[in-house]
């Protein structure tokens, strides 16, 4: 039928741009999704929660594509907005703004290079490899050809010019380099990351119920040996292994090549490896739902099936299909109605995160913590407070990478220590922007002459929690600030109101 339509579009005269055709293919896999999203509702009894109301659904992508929250100009167009496909408008305009691209370079650097920055001796690349990163994603480059170019990378000194105001020279590498570059611990990355495979556990010996051997592990390090014949010797053993793909075939090196890393990388990205399309879908589907299909997500093994095994073949086709475009993936993904439920339990059928019969309450990232604090109280940043070459920084989101920076479990496991809450309810950040005297936001609140208090409070709301207040909260709070609050001033209990809303569980989570 789709091929029918496209042949009567061209026989009509009738051209039909890319967008269009795009939106069809994201149409069809959205409903792939819930097809079999539904089949598990169906068979476990469960009745699903209901749709998202509007505001729920602009904060939540907002959150998940750009990594911040909307301003406030924003969530008053998308609620004023009558079309009823302002969703799919809206997601379309999100992945092609400045702030995905920022956001998207901060989680494959998290992903990629995860222990750089606690380690001054590898900062270094950092500034190098997030402006190759933002090249490749501002570029449109596909993801296959992304990870290609960074495994076969011949350069792999890390590059420290880093000048603020001054363009960063791009490089990946610090991939390389954050790694030691130990063929064993830059082997256990790439099998995590990009095939979802556990390699490692089989690295210094044999597992009796375990897939993977201790050979193969060095087999697969062998492709990471430095320049040479593609072998290497399992440590305390004189055993010499040849570089093997996880398929049990040797590699035959690329004709001219110096190493084994190019034969790895087509081998790696190949539409027919089983692993490479399955890994990045399941770790696309974890960064929106806060559970994957195979969960943890870097445990694609026997023992740990996926929840939904039609559904992650079928994405892993669609995704190769589409030559492996990640773009494509986060649209269809969010145009589904799974993608589109709200977070609110109405029934206990759904306590099963692997049902995907709610969405998952996820806690915020450090970076998405900060930068949503920071939309909503009007703070800017310069360039230099960004600069991770700065060992005794002292800037704002320093002190936030110090406080929040324990996200070793995944979002929807994340928990808020005792020093985390204090810093936001007396943290000098959080004080200055609900100070009525320092605040941006707060003072253009307060000092606007054409607002009324109620109008004030639900200004605040919007800064704050993407939504306007509830009846009963705006007829307390508007009492509570008239009142003067408990310094007898209507304009430091507004603050006070905006101090609540930061502090708030809806602000701090993606709900």
């Not at 579009?9 to 896999?29: C, I, M, S, Y």
């Not at 509702?41 to 929250?69: M, N, Q, S």
């Not at 390389?176 to 611990?185: A, G, R």
Request: net charge negative; hydrophobic share 40%; proline share 6%.
């Amino acid at each position: 039928m789709k091929r029918l339509m496209v042949l009567v579009l061209v026989l009509t005269g009738v051209t039909a741009g890319a967008g269009q055709l795009r939106a069809d293919d994201v149409a069809d896999l959205a409903a792939t999704i819930d097809q079999r999203i539904s089949a598990g509702w169906e068979a476990g009894h469960v009745v699903p929660a209901p749709e998202t109301d509007d505001a729920e659904f602009l904060r939540r992508v907002y959150l998940h594509l750009t990594g911040k929250i909307p301003r406030v100009s924003e969530v008053r167009a998308f609620l004023d907005n009558p079309s009823s496909n302002k969703r799919r408008e809206l997601v379309d305009e999100l992945l092609e703004s400045p702030a995905f691209i920022v956001n998207f370079t901060s989680v494959w650097r998290s992903l990629m290079i995860p222990d750089a920055e606690a380690d001054p001796q590898f900062a270094g690349g950092i500034p190098a490899f997030e402006a190759w990163l933002r090249k490749q994603l501002t570029n449109d480059v596909r993801y296959d050809v992304m990870v290609r170019e960074l495994l076969t990378a011949t350069d792999t000194q890390p590059r420290l010019n880093f000048t603020p105001g001054m363009p960063v020279e791009s490089s990946p590498a610090a991939y390389f380099q954050s790694k030691q570059d130990k063929p064993e611990v830059i082997a256990a990355g790439v099998s995590r990351l990009f095939l979802g495979v556990r390699l490692e556990c089989a690295q210094c010996h044999d597992h009796p119920f375990a897939k993977w051997q201790q050979k193969d592990f060095w087999q697969f390090a062998a492709f990471f040996d430095g320049p040479g014949s593609g072998k290497t010797m399992i440590p305390e053993t004189k055993q010499i292994v040849e570089a093997t793909y996880l398929s049990g075939e040797k590699a035959v090196p690329i004709p001219g090549a110096s190493n084994y890393r190019d034969a790895f990388g087509d081998w790696l990205t190949s539409r027919e490896n089983p692993y490479f399309a399955r890994a990045a879908v399941n770790r696309m589907w974890y960064h929106l739902f806060g559970t994957g299909l195979v969960d943890p997500v870097d445990d694609f093994d026997e023992n740990n099936p996926p929840s939904h095994p039609e559904l992650l073949d079928e994405l892993a086709e669609e995704f190769a299909a589409h030559d492996f475009d990640i773009k494509f993936l986060l649209r269809s993904m969010v145009a589904s109605r799974a993608y589109q439920l709200t977070s609110r339990q109405t029934d206990d059928s759904q306590s099963d995160p692997r049902l995907y019969a709610k969405m998952a309450i996820q806690g915020l990232t450090t970076e998405q913590l900060f930068d949503s604090l920071a939309e909503a109280t009007g703070f800017f940043e310069s360039n230099a407070d960004r600069n991770p070459l700065n060992i005794n920084d002292s800037s704002e989101r320093a002190k936030f990478r110090q406080l929040f920076g324990n996200e070793a479990g995944g979002p929807v496991d994340a928990e808020t220590t005792i020093l985390q809450a204090l810093a936001l309810m007396n943290g000098e950040f959080v004080e200055t922007a609900t100070d009525v005297e320092q605040s941006t936001t707060l003072t253009a609140v307060a000092e606007s002459p054409f607002l009324d208090t109620p109008e004030r409070i639900r200004t605040l709301f919007l800064a704050a929690l993407s939504r306007y207040p509830s009846g009963p909260e705006l007829e307390k709070m508007v009492a509570y600030v008239d009142s003067g609050g408990s310094a007898d001033d209507p304009k430091t209990a507004l603050g006070d109101v905006f101090w609540a809303l930061l502090n708030s569980s809806e602000f701090i989570l993606n709900h």
